[in-house]
Each structure stands twice: as structure tokens, then as C-alpha cells.
């Protein structure tokens, strides 16, 4: 195949992935904002939100994971044109999101007092615990949105969470607002504040995606017939074998950068808030990459229900190929502005905090260098994933992002991070080492398994 082949597909995976770009960048964006405002309170503030995220951000990448099982099965579904496997994983899919998110709810908030034998500062770990209790229980209306979400993207339809997010982020940036500097009649909460626009925003983002949905004659027949006498054993089963392993993948990446936060926490407050601040303008331009990789997903899942296997290798190259010149342009982006952007995120004017503001855009400013390079490694591993999740092979895929993390990318930045002098920079350098495994070998495993399916139809 030719490069215009490939080229051809980008408009469709654009149009495709575009509405779910703008909801992933408005939850980073969101993100970046509240660090920007509780940036403003100091950096003890700024560690503190960035120590009680690392939890609730372990919890949540295995609700997103295990919740991305219901999308291939629904596309494969839609592929078919079969109404009644799409209402099956929808309704089964729904219910074990609610469960789940109960569970991690459980789970973060009596985890809590681990916060405490971490090696953390004691005043940032004094500040995250409050924070930490009211953002947990955010869980539950963030992962059965989750089931949603999951459901409108393998039919297709992505831009019902895009609006359902972009409400929510207009509810949380103006209740921080309010609630962070106690404008008007509302009191002075600092990081408290910030806790309660994301527990109410989540809440208005499932009430308005079931209200979108639900309203929509396409759904209709989706929506009818939910009842837990439905529930099947066989089916619950099936979406747990899937989602499973996907949470594991995603747990597995989202605890390096954990694990990341916490190694940043031991060399001392201004590396751990230099770490978010690198952490929240990589991820903004993660979600470009995050976005195609569920169109990858979709597009792949569609080609399986249609038994064309020569049509999925072209559309998910396509997608590997558009991903990675996106990213480049990103990392083009990050070096040549890494020292200007950490300053959005401190008050250098800030005269009792100056030297450790400073410090912290310092910091920050070597972090963007890395994260530049490993812009195209996250790229690619992620809308590979993407790919192969829609293929519905997750469990070999999920032992090698565990390899590629953990048996190669952590103990690097333990390493480099804690025992020689490069410090936030080496535990950066472990990350872009980890991404860069993953993407390598998800992409031969991709590979060879698409060659595989030609040969058996073929043969």
C-alpha cells in the first residue's frame, strides 16, 4: 500500500476522534486549571492536590480500563447491525461500571492512612487527606459515566460525552472559582474548594449524558429492557475477561506516572509540584493521541464485525501514522518553549514563595525536554493499544505494558531519580524508557496478529 492510502483515512479518523479529543482535553484542561488556581495558594498546595490525585488517579485508570471493554464488543455489535448484542453489553457493561466504582470508592478511602508511611512531606500529606476523602467519591459518577461514554463510542456516536464534558468542566472551573478564593458569599476553601467542583461537575456529567442519551430516538431500543433480572452470568463473564486486562494495562501506565509523583515527593516539595506541572502539559497533549486511540478501537472493532481484515491493517496504520506526526509537532512545541510554559502554573511575583516558585519552573523546564522525546513513544503505544483492544486481544498486551512499565521504566527512574544526580529529570528519563518498550512491542504484537487473521481467511 501506498502513503496515500493512508493519508486518504486521516480525515475520517480525525472526524471520528475529534469529539472525543475536546472531552479528553476538557477533563486535562480542567486538570490544568485547577493546578493553576491552587498553584496560586503555593507549593505546598499545588504537592498536596498532586499526592491526593495520584490515588484517586490509580482507582480511576482501572474503572476508564475495565469500562473501555464494553466499546469493541458494542462496535463489532454495530458492525453486525445487531441491536440485541449492543443492548446486552450496554446494560451488563452499566452494571458492573456501578459496582466497580463502589468498590474503588471503598478501597481509596480506606487506603487513606498509606498516605501517612509514603515518605511524603507531612504538610502535604496533612492537606491531601481532605482532599482526598470528598475527590474519591467522585469515582462513582465518574466510572458509571464511564459505561456511557463507552457504549456512544462504539456506536460511533463521540461527541454526546464531548458535551456532557464540556458542561461539566464549566461547573467545576466555576465552582473552584468560587469555593478555592471564597468569591462573593462563598467561603475560603483553598484545596477543599477544588474538591467539591469535581465531585459536583462528575455528578452533572452523568445526569446530562443519560439525559442526552436517552432523548435520542437512535438509542431507544438501547435503553428498554434494563432490568437486573436481565443480568447473565455468561455476559458479565465475557465483558470481565476484557475489561479486566484493560484495567490492568491502563493501571499499569497510570501507576508509573503514580509512582513517578511519589519517587518526585522524596526529593522534596518543589520537584513533587515541578512533576505536576511537567505531568499536567504532557498530558494535555496525551489526550490527541488518547482520543485517536479509542478511534483505533472503534474503527478496528467495526472491521472485525465485518470480517475485513486487509481494510482494519489500513485503518489502523492509518491512525499509527497521523498519531505520530501529531506528536512530533508536540514535541517540536515542548522544546521550544519549555522554559516559558511552567511559569502559567506559579506567581513568580509571589515575594514569600519566590525562591521556591523559581525552583519549581526550573525544574519543570528539564522535565519538558524529556517529555518531549517521550511524546511520540506515548503516542504510539497507546493508539496501538487502542487497536488491539478493538481486536479484542487484551491479555498478552496486558503482560507486556507490565514489563515495559515496571520490569524496564520504574526501576530506571528509581535509579537515576534517587541515586545519582539527574533527579526528576532521571525519573523522567525511566518514563520515556517504559513508553518507549511498550510502544515497540505492542506494535510488533499488532502486527503480527492482523498478519495472522489475513492468513486464516486466506488459507
Known amino acids: 500500500m501506498n502513503l496515500a492510502q493512508y493519508t486518504k483515512e486521516f480525515s475520517y479518523n480525525l472526524k471520528l476522534a475529534f469529539p472525543i ?26 504537592a498536596a492536590v498532586s499526592l491526593g490525585n495520584s490515588f484517586v488517579f490509580i482507582a480511576m485508570s482501572l474503572g476508564i480500563g475495565f469500562s473501555t471493554a464494553i466499546t469493541p464488543l458494542v ?7 445487531s441491536i440485541e448484542e449492543g443492548r446486552s453489553a450496554f446494560h451488563h457493561g452499566l452494571y458492573l461500571c456501578t459496582i466497580l466504582g463502589v468498590i474503588l470508592f471503598g478501597i481509596i478511602y480506606f487506603s487513606k492512612p498509606l498516605i501517612a508511611f509514603m515518605g511524603q512531606p507531612e504538610n502535604v500529606v496533612e492537606l491531601a487527606k481532605p482532599y482526598l476523602d470528598i475527590v474519591a467519591f467522585s469515582l462513582i459518577p465518574l466510572i458509571v459515566f464511564q459505561a456511557y461514554k463507552q457504549f456512544a463510542d462504539g456506536m460511533s456516536e463521540t461527541k454526546y460525552s464531548m458535551w456532557a464534558t464540556i458542561l461539566a468542566n464549566v461547573v467545576n472551573v466555576v465552582l473552584n472559582y468560587l469555593f478555592i478564593y471564597g468569591i462573593w458569599i462563598f467561603p475560603e476553601l483553598g484545596i477543599i474548594g477544588a474538591a467539591i467542583g469535581t465531585i459536583v461537575s462528575r455528578f452533572v456529567m452523568l445526569g446530562f449524558m443519560h439525559y442526552l442519551m436517552s432523548s435520542k430516538k437512535k438509542f431507544h431500543l438501547f435503553f428498554k429492557g434494563f432490568s437486573l433480572k436481565e ?7 465475557k465483558i470481565i475477561k476484557l475489561g479486566t486486562p484493560s484495567a490492568m494495562q ?9 509512582g513517578a509523583i511519589w519517587l518526585s515527593g522524596r526529593l522534596g516539595t518543589t520537584s513533587q509540584a515541578a512533576n505536576q506541572v511537567a505531568l499536567s502539559l504532557a498530558s494535555f497533549t496525551f489526550m490527541f493521541a488518547m482520543g485517536l486511540g479509542v478511534a483505533a478501537m472503534i474503527r478496528v472493532g467495526n472491521q472485525k464485525g465485518l470480517g475485513d481484515f486487509h481494510k482494519l491493517r ?26 516559558q510554559l511552567p511559569t502559567l502554573f506559579v506567581d513568580l511575583k509571589d515575594a514569600a514563595n519566590y525562591s521556591e516558585n523559581l525552583e519549581v519552573v526550573t525544574i519543570a523546564a528539564q522535565l519538558l525536554l524529556v517529555a518531549a522525546i517521550f511524546q511520540i513513544s506515548d503516542g504510539v ?66 502486527n503480527n496478529e492482523t498478519k495472522k487473521l489475513i492468513n486464516q481467511v486466506e488459507s
Do not use: C
Not at 23 to 34: A, E, F, K, P, R
Not at 250 to 258: G, I, K, Q, Y
Not at 433 to 443: E, I
Open 21 to 46: 479529543i475536546l472531552g479528553m482535553l476538557g477533563h486535562t484542561i480542567v486538570s490544568i486549571v485547577d493546578n493553576v488556581m491552587v498553584g496560586k495558594l503555593g507549593p505546598t498546595e499545588l
Open 75 to 81: 462496535a463489532e455489535a454495530d458492525g453486525k447491525k
Open 314 to 339: 489500513l485503518v489502523a496504520f492509518s491512525i499509527f501514522l497521523l498519531t505520530t506526526i501529531l506528536e512530533i509537532a508536540f514535541a517540536i512545541v515542548f522544546l521550544l518553549f519549555h522554559e
Open 381 to 446: 503505544q497507546v493508539v496501538v493499544l487502542g487497536a488491539l483492544r478493538g481486536l479484542q486481544d487484551v491479555k498478552i498486551p496486558m503482560y507486556i505494558t507490565f514489563v515495559a512499565y515496571w520490569v524496564i521504566g520504574f526501576p530506571i527512574s528509581i535509579y537515576l531519580g534517587l541515586f545519582t544526580s539527574l533527579g526528576a529529570t532521571g525519573i523522567w528519563i525511566g518514563l520515556l524508557a517504559g513508553l518507549t518498550a511498550a510502544g515497540v512491542f505492542l506494535f510488533i504484537r499488532f
Open 250 to 258: 491502563m493501571l499499569f501506565e497510570v501507576a508509573l506516572f503514580t
Open 231 to 237: 443480568i447473565k452470568r455468561e455476559v458479565n463473564i
